[in-house]
C-alpha cells in the first residue's frame, strides 16, 4: 500500500480544524480561524513524524498531552486554568466522537486499506471520507452536549449578580427565569428584579420606604440623584396582573456565571417589595436572554442611556 505524506498532512489537517471548530462550538468559545489553523497544522506535523519516526517517544501519552495543550493554547488562549481543562476535556470527547465515526464509515467501506503506525491510523481511503466522518461526529457530539446540558440546567439555574449604582455595590444571588422577558418599555434595557431588602446599602432608605408612593404618583421629594435614572415597570407576572414596578438604572452589573464575568451597562434593576422565595435561597430574578445576550456579548460593553 503506497501512502503518500501529503496526503496524510492534508487529511489531519482538515481534520483537526474540524474538531477544533467544533471544541469552540460547544464550548461557545470565539473563533479565530487563522490559529485554529495554525493549531491544526501543529496535530498534524505531529501526526506525520508519528507516522514516520521509529521512536516510542511519539506514541507516549504524555507527549500527547502536552500536544493537546499547545493546540488550545494556539487556537483559544484559555486566560484561566479551569476554561482550559474544560477546553481540553471538549476536544478529547470531540476527537473520540470524530475518530468512532470515521471508522464506522471506514469499516463499511475500504476497511482492508487501514494502516495503524505509532498509533496514527492511515489509509487510501477517499477524502470524503474524512469529511464526512467530521461531520457525522460534530452531530453526534453536538445532540449528546445538548442532551447533558439540559440534565443539567438545574444546576445551573442560579448565578451571582454584583450591582453598582453611584459608586455603591451590592451582591445578590439570582435564578434564571425563563419567564422573565421585562424590559424598560422606553429604553428597553432589560429589567432584572430585585427584593427591595438586597439594595439597604445599595439605594437610598428614603426611596425604598416609599415605592408604593411612587408607584401611585404622589409627590415626594426624591434626591436630584435619582430623577434620571428611575423608571415604572409595568408588568404581569408576580402573580399580579397589570403591575408596576419602580426601577432604578444601575451604572452597570457583573454577573457571575459558569467560572465567568460578564459586564452589562444601563440595565434597570426592579425594585420588588416582597420576597421572591420563603427560604431565601435568592433575591433576584435575571431573565435568560440576559444570560444569552451576555455569552453573544449582545449587552456587554453598551454606552450607558
Not at 470524503?128 to 467530521?134: A, M, S
Not at 431573565?287 to 453598551?302: H, P, S, Y
Amino acid at each position: 500500500m503506497i501512502i503518500y505524506i501529503d496526503v496524510i498532512l492534508l487529511e489531519n489537517i482538515i481534520m483537526n480544524y474540524i474538531i477544533l471548530v467544533a471544541t469552540a462550538f460547544i464550548s461557545k468559545t470565539k473563533r479565530n480561524h487563522l490559529k485554529i489553523l495554525l493549531s491544526s497544522l501543529l496535530g498534524s506535523i505531529y501526526a506525520v513524524m508519528s507516522f514516520l519516526s521509529t521512536l516510542e517517544i511519539y506514541s507516549t501519552l504524555i507527549l500527547k498531552i502536552l500536544l493537546s495543550i499547545a493546540m488550545i493554547q494556539i487556537a483559544f488562549k484559555p486566560q484561566k486554568i479551569k476554561k482550559m481543562i474544560k477546553q481540553i476535556i471538549i476536544f478529547y470527547l470531540t476527537s473520540f466522537s470524530f475518530g468512532g465515526c470515521a471508522f464506522f464509515l471506514l469499516y463499511y467501506i475500504r476497511p482492508q486499506d487501514i494502516l495503524m503506525k505509532n498509533g496514527i491510523y492511515i489509509g487510501t481511503y477517499p477524502l470524503k471520507i474524512t469529511l464526512l466522518g467530521g461531520i457525522l461526529g460534530f452531530i453526534v457530539i453536538n445532540v449528546c452536549f445538548r442532551l447533558v446540558k439540559e440534565r443539567l440546567n438545574k444546576n445551573n439555574m442560579f448565578c451571582d449578580i454584583t450591582i453598582d449604582i453611584e459608586g455603591k455595590k451590592a451582591n445578590v444571588k439570582a435564578m434564571i427565569d425563563t419567564g422573565n422577558l421585562l424590559k424598560d418599555p422606553i429604553t428597553k434595557s432589560p429589567v432584572i428584579v430585585v427584593e427591595k431588602n438586597s439594595l439597604n446599602e445599595l439605594i437610598d432608605r428614603y426611596i425604598l420606604d416609599n415605592i408604593s408612593k411612587i408607584i401611585m404618583g404622589m409627590e415626594i421629594n426624591l434626591p436630584e440623584k435619582y430623577l434620571t435614572k428611575m423608571k415604572v415597570i409595568p408588568f404581569t407576572s408576580l402573580g399580579k396582573e397589570n403591575g408596576m414596578l419602580v426601577g432604578i438604572r444601575s451604572d452597570k452589573i457583573t454577573i457571575h456565571f459558569e467560572d465567568e464575568e460578564k459586564t452589562i451597562y444601563g440595565v434597570i434593576i426592579g425594585i420588588y417589595e416582597k420576597m421572591l422565595t420563603k427560604n431565601n435561597s435568592y433575591t433576584a430574578l435575571i431573565g435568560l436572554d440576559i444570560i444569552q445576550g451576555c455569552e453573544k456579548n449582545e449587552f456587554i460593553a453598551n454606552a450607558k442611556i
